[in-house]
């Protein structure tokens, strides 16, 4: 009797030790999922997400505003603009000529003989010589900026005719300078008219028959050169015979000839 006493008491423990476990399961069931609906509904926001995710509510259209023309071609210009600076200062190369002085030489380039001291780093107005290189300041011609039209701007320059004939490339014998004295005696040439010319092969003699050959020297409009007696070493501006005795002489007569023998220049010795 005892012992069914004791057997019943267990089985009723038995069973509501499993109804509290099946009612806790039950609890803890309810409450992740409440916590998991929670958490799903509140999440997008707090990640900075569209809403698209909640129930009842539409992600955002998102607008292109960018529009795209087609077909819209602008009229071709051609612009040119020279920005507002100091205007810019070239040089030209003047060769001293017999009978020049400075002063002439700022006439007749429009310049001051301050300007020419300056700019070629004399400081007598009267320490020039003939055969001397003078550098001329020379302004370049500003373009005003205009709008042009390309096609007509090219047929216009093509209409262009020149402004002045052109003129046969020469070689002037100019002077011959410290007759006598080896140290200083040379022939001073220039080159006037158009184009370049090459004195390759060319022949500068006197009248007892000596003769100096020039080498690869191509003379450019305006430019000159130097041929020296005596020796030295050669620029293309000074050029040298490698003699050791003075060739020219008082009344002789300086002859320049071609490669082909064609003579070009003459001068007669002072």
Not at 53 to 70: D, F, L, M, Q, R
Not at 211 to 234: H, I, K, R, S, Y
Request: hydrophobic share 40%; proline share 6%; net charge negative.
């Amino acid at each position: 009797m005892c012992y069914d006493l004791h057997r019943g008491n267990l089985m009723k423990s038995r069973k509501r030790l499993l109804y509290y476990l099946l009612l806790n399961v039950i609890i803890s069931a309810c409450t992740t999922f409440t916590v998991l609906a929670i958490w799903d509904r509140t999440r997008p926001f707090q990640d900075g997400e569209s809403s698209a995710t909640s129930p009842g509510t539409s992600a955002p259209i998102v607008e292109n505003t960018s529009v795209a023309h087609i077909g819209a071609t602008a009229p071709a210009t051609v612009t040119q603009t020279i920005a507002p600076t100091d205007t810019p200062i070239g040089a030209m190369e003047y060769v001293v000529r017999p009978g020049d002085t400075l002063g002439l030489i700022a006439e007749e380039h429009e310049v001051s003989v301050e300007e020419l001291l300056s700019f070629n780093g004399l400081t007598d107005a009267d320490a020039i010589s003939v055969g001397q290189i003078i550098y001329v300041p020379v302004t370049p011609q500003v373009i005003p900026s205009e709008t042009l039209n390309p096609t007509r701007t090219v047929q216009a320059l093509s209409d262009q005719t020149p402004s002045r004939q052109s003129q046969e490339a020469r070689v002037v014998i100019n002077s011959v300078i410290g007759v006598g004295d080896l140290a200083s005696e040379r022939v001073f040439l220039s080159r006037t008219g158009d184009g370049v010319l090459s004195l390759a092969g060319w022949q500068l003699a006197d009248e007892d028959g000596n003769v100096f050959t020039f080498p690869q020297l191509e003379l450019f409009e305006g430019g000159a050169v130097n041929v020296w007696t005596t020796g030295g070493e050669d620029t293309v501006v000074d050029l040298h015979w490698d003699l050791s005795v003075p060739v020219w002489q008082s009344g002789e007569t300086a002859t320049l000839r071609d490669a082909t023998g064609k003579v070009h220049a003459t001068y007669h010795v002072p």
